[in-house]
């Protein structure tokens, strides 16, 4: 982290290189209260070019709040902040263009969040709830996230294995 | 005789030769005049972050693999070097200069794959199976090296797998004193070649101050005229102990990404030539714990890969899994760049912008 910070007007060559989002509801810190007050927070890498000093900005954002957009100061910001309303599901207030990137426009859900279902829908899974092998019988237990929900259960005794 | 002057909207894309992967562009044209792009991207999106947050530290190397399936070497040393950030871990010095060198050949590997499809996009055939000759050698390299010729995993948290196989500097040191003159004959293919400078001169002009403002890096930043490198910067991996030069252009344009390219491949084999006469003895391993579990906290890593500024932001919660991995990928920050640089040209100008951004699509939708 850089000592000084830089020039607080908005210089140009000061632009964003990456934006990420937090989603804290599960963060450690909070697993009390579960609803956190502010569960995100977006993370801007400010980098500039003419003194090679990097800055962090971040922002605690609400479950609805709408924090105003980055692109116009940075340009760069508007493909970040687009993404991160897709994925995150946080609006930016003023921004020109607020859409999906990565998923399809018609996607329900926003897939980085903490609570996102990891399993998709019920009856998209297919309906196999057992495999047998020559050795272990494994069941599925979508609660377990270890193994993709699958679990080694009976340990055969080696009969019908000639 | 009236003519119909309206403009029209057409798609380019996502299955399309030139785009190099699945990218989809809607053209919005006034006659053969491009007014408008705009990039339709995440075809190839897989979720690696999502991913990344259920996978302990030492699974997601080969996620990164799968990322800038061009550059792999780039990606692992971006990641394990993000990770020993965040660890506080010291990497050997023998480890370093052999990342070192594996980074450069991946950065003349990944030009030499520009290179030959960007010529020919513009109908520049021959170029094609130059480069691809000399690429495969660098494969093998690799081959010899990891055992993998795409997606490597060559690298492990702490340093390195394994050392070095026997005689490998040897054909190393083979290639660097074939490669000047391969170089050459792409060069006197291309450089002074009537068509190519006609496709390429003034065509997909970037300013600097927009370079800057649209966070472009890498070559589509220095073919801008600004001088920025991860490798001189910020220097990691010991690429601070090595003397090279950062070539950079002056109008903006396609021939100035070009001219920049080939002067970093020349860069490149000067770093390896350096490497390989003062390599270190020694460990290629850190001593690192079997089970990764770095502490509490947020890191900001990143490296210099051919496409530009590849940046690895991690936050962990002191778990054997990150919290939050976001990948920093240039294809997608440069991407962003085409419309601007596409205004006002015309239809085929597209195609060679383009291929002188050099994305990937693996590292653009991740």
């Known amino acids: 982290m850089p000592q000084a910070a830089p020039a607080p007007k908005a210089n140009p060559l000061l632009a964003p290189v990456a934006s990420a989002a937090l989603d804290r509801i599960k963060a450690k810190y909070s697993e009390q209260v579960i609803e956190a007050p502010k569960p995100f927070e977006v993370v801007y890498h400010l980098f500039s070019i003419t003194t090679r000093q990097r800055l962090n900005l971040k922002l605690d ?7 105003p957009t980055a692109s116009r100061v940075w340009p760069t910001a508007n493909w970040h902040e687009r993404e991160v309303f897709d994925l995150f599901g946080i609006r930016f207030h003023g921004h020109p263009d607020m859409t999906r990137i990565l998923m399809t426009d018609e996607w329900v859900g926003h897939p980085l969040r903490k609570d996102y279902p990891l399993e998709g829908k019920p009856e998209d899974h297919m309906q196999l709830r057992e495999v047998t092998t020559a050795e272990h019988v494994y069941t599925y237990d979508k609660s377990s996230i270890k193994g993709f929900g699958w679990k080694k259960e009976v340990e055969k005794t080696g009969e019908g294995r000639g | 005789m009236m003519f119909r002057t309206e403009e029209m909207d057409i798609n380019m894309g996502p299955q399309h030769p030139s785009t190099h992967g699945v990218l989809r562009l809607v053209l919005n044209l006034d006659g053969e005049e491009i007014v408008d792009v ?91 199976f130059y480069t691809f000759r000399e690429r495969e050698l660098i494969l093998d390299l690799f081959e010899q090296f990891c055992g993998a010729r795409l997606t490597y995993n060559a690298m492990r948290i702490g340093g390195l797998l394994e050392d070095v196989p026997p005689g490998w500097t040897d054909r190393v040191r083979h290639f660097l004193s074939i490669f000047p003159s391969r170089q050459k004959e792409y060069e006197d293919l291309l450089t002074v070649n009537r068509i190519w400078l006609g496709r ?142 596409c205004k006002g040209r015309l239809i085929a100008d597209v195609v060679a912008i383009i291929g002188s951004i050099d994305i990937v699509l693996g590292d653009v939708d991740r």
């Open chain 1, 61 to 67: 954002v609400g479950e609805v709040e709408q924090p």
């Open chain 2, 38 to 128: 705009r990039p339709v991207i995440g075809y190839l999106h897989r979720g690696v972050e999502k991913l990344s947050e259920h996978r302990t530290y030492a699974m997601i190397e080969p996620l990164t693999d799968r990322l800038d399936y061009v550059a792999a070497i780039s990606e692992n040393l971006g990641y394990c070097g993000a990770v020993e950030k965040l660890m506080g871990l010291q990497v050997p010095p023998r480890a370093q200069s052999i990342r070192v060198i594996l980074a450069e050949l991946q950065r003349i590997a990944s030009h030499l794959l520009w290179l030959g499809t960007h010529a020919l996009d513009l109908g520049a055939m021959t170029v094609f």
């Open chain 2, 200 to 341: 390429t001169q003034g065509v997909g002009v970037l300013s600097r101050e927009d370079a800057v403002a649209l966070g472009t890096s890498g070559p589509t930043l220095r073919g801008s005229g600004v001088d920025y490198d991860v490798r001189k910067s910020q220097p990691y991996s010991s690429y601070d102990q090595f003397d090279f030069d950062v070539p950079l252009g002056t109008k903006g344009d396609t021939y100035d990404r070009y001219l920049v390219r080939m002067e970093e491949m020349r860069q490149s084999c000067r770093i390896i030539q350096q490497a390989l006469d003062r390599l270190p003895e020694g460990e290629v391993r850190a001593k690192v714990p079997k089970y990764i579990k770095p502490p509490a906290g947020e890191v900001y890593h990143v490296v210099e890969s051919p496409r530009g500024e590849q940046g690895f932001y991690i936050v962990s919660k002191g778990s054997e899994m990150p919290y939050r991995m976001r990948f920093r990928s240039p294809s997608f920050v440069n991407l962003q760049a085409l419309p601007m640089m």
